[in-house]
């Protein structure tokens, strides 16, 4: 269906020595400047390491969100904005509370906390500090399904004038005791007459061995089968699929017990999708512009999925303006067939 880019000039050496004249003059005046004040260099070296000795040498400034401010309203300030968990084993909760206080003059009110994802949520905290007041955010992490590095984010929203939202942070890295990978993955089925078969990899990051006690798959129809690779620290396990297939997509899991108590189950998603028998793809062809500037092609595949060869034995079209080409790619399994439209082409009126 048919729709509608001799010598080079080196600056350098040219404002070289006005560059160098500069740098001398200003060291020149800095001099002068300070033996003016009544001062010599070296006293002023001799005064700054006294100072050092009696610890009084300048602090860093903290963040903007984390200082007073000059402000006669009320003013969010939080010991540490950023908190860094280290790294945890994939399914622990991470717990931590955010001190923060009221750093202003007038009463703070905490409108409201948001989350970045539904993996972390937060307790009970005061909704409302006067000034000089302190309290507590606690947050709760769920680090299930996360693998590596990983930030998540925690927007506190408040009367504060001057920043009404502060971000937190909880950053630090997951990993999992057991690694487990699809070998191949499940994916389209390429004969339909044929079992279809995929493997999962298991691979132990504990530094103790463990053992598979049983697999069980969501539907009777997935056949699995274990392979040891390495005793107590690799393993493969195949699944099975066989015809008849129903046309569509697929999916299931499997449940693996191990004898670890770090982790006694494991969740494996599987999916699979059975073509039609005729596949013919795309369904339909667009025409985003009419009339065509230009002549313009577009290819039709057609793949045999049946498990023995077929043959196109004609193609055709109602309409004499688009010209057809067809071409077997794979004997029997693969064709394509191509469309020219002419340029200046447009739909025929009904």
């Keep these: 269906m048919i729709m509608s880019e001799n010598q080079r000039f080196d600056p350098f050496m040219v404002?070289?020595?006005?560059?160098?004249?500069?740098?001398?003059?200003?060291?020149?005046?800095?001099?002068?400047?300070?033996?003016g004040q009544g001062q010599s260099v070296p006293e002023k070296v001799a005064d700054s390491q006294s100072s050092a000795a009696r610890g009084d040498q300048h602090q860093p400034e903290r963040p903007f969100f984390m200082r007073s401010r000059n402000t006669d309203g009320p003013v969010l300030e939080f010991d540490e904005p950023v908190y860094d968990f280290g790294k945890v084993m994939a399914g622990v909760y991470v717990d931590h509370s955010f001190r923060f206080r009221n750093a202003g003059k007038k009463t703070l009110r905490i409108i409201s906390?948001?989350?970045?994802?539904?993996?972390?949520?937060?307790?009970?905290?005061?909704?409302?500090?006067?000034?000089?007041?302190?309290?507590?955010?606690?947050?709760?992490?769920?680090?299930?399904?996360?693998?590596?590095?990983?930030?998540?984010?925690?927007?506190?929203?408040?009367?504060?004038?001057?920043?009404?939202?502060?971000?937190?942070?909880?950053?630090?890295?997951?990993?999992?005791?057991?690694?487990?990978?699809?070998?191949?993955?499940?994916?389209?089925?390429?004969?339909?007459?044929?079992?279809?078969?995929?493997?999962?990899?298991?691979?132990?990051?504990?530094?103790?061995p463990i053992k598979i006690l049983g697999i069980t798959p969501s539907d009777p129809g997935f056949k699995t089968s274990l392979k040891t690779l390495k005793d107590g620290y690799e393993y493969l396990v195949t699944i099975t699929?066989?015809?008849?297939?129903?046309?569509?997509?697929?999916?299931?899991?499997?449940?693996?017990?191990?004898?670890?108590?770090?982790?006694?189950?494991?969740?494996v998603n599987l999916y699979y999708f059975a073509p039609p028998p005729v596949?013919?793809?795309?369904?339909?062809?667009?025409?985003?512009?009419?009339?065509?500037?230009?002549?313009?092609?577009?290819?039709?595949?057609?793949?045999?999925?049946?498990?023995?060869?077929i043959e196109v034995t004609d193609v055709s079209?109602?309409?004499a303006a688009i010209k057809l080409k067809a071409f077997e790619d794979r004997p029997g399994k693969e064709f394509r067939i191509t469309l020219t439209f002419p340029k200046g082409y447009d739909l025929p009126k009904e």
């Design 113 to 208: 906390v948001n989350m970045s994802c539904g993996c972390t949520t937060a307790g009970k905290w005061p909704r409302k500090l006067e000034p000089g007041q302190e309290g507590e955010l606690p947050v709760k992490l769920d680090t299930k399904g996360f693998s590596g590095a990983i930030s998540k984010s925690i927007d506190v929203e408040s009367n504060d004038p001057l920043h009404p939202v502060v971000t937190l942070k909880l950053n630090g890295n997951v990993w999992k005791p057991i690694v487990v990978k699809h070998v191949g993955g499940m994916g389209i089925i390429p004969d339909l007459t044929k079992p279809y078969e995929r493997s999962v990899r298991l691979s132990n990051r504990l530094n103790k």
């Design 279 to 309: 596949e013919v793809r795309p369904a339909s062809i667009v025409l985003f512009a009419l009339p065509t500037k230009e002549e313009f092609e577009s290819t039709v595949w057609i793949s045999n999925h049946t498990g023995r060869p």
């Design 15 to 35: 404002f070289g020595g006005v560059v160098l004249a500069c740098v001398a003059i200003i060291a020149l005046l800095g001099f002068i400047m300070n033996a």
């Design 317 to 319: 079209i109602n309409d």
């Design 241 to 267: 699929i066989s015809p008849p297939y129903k046309t569509g997509g697929f999916s299931g899991k499997l449940e693996i017990k191990t004898s670890a108590k770090e982790v006694p189950s494991l969740k």
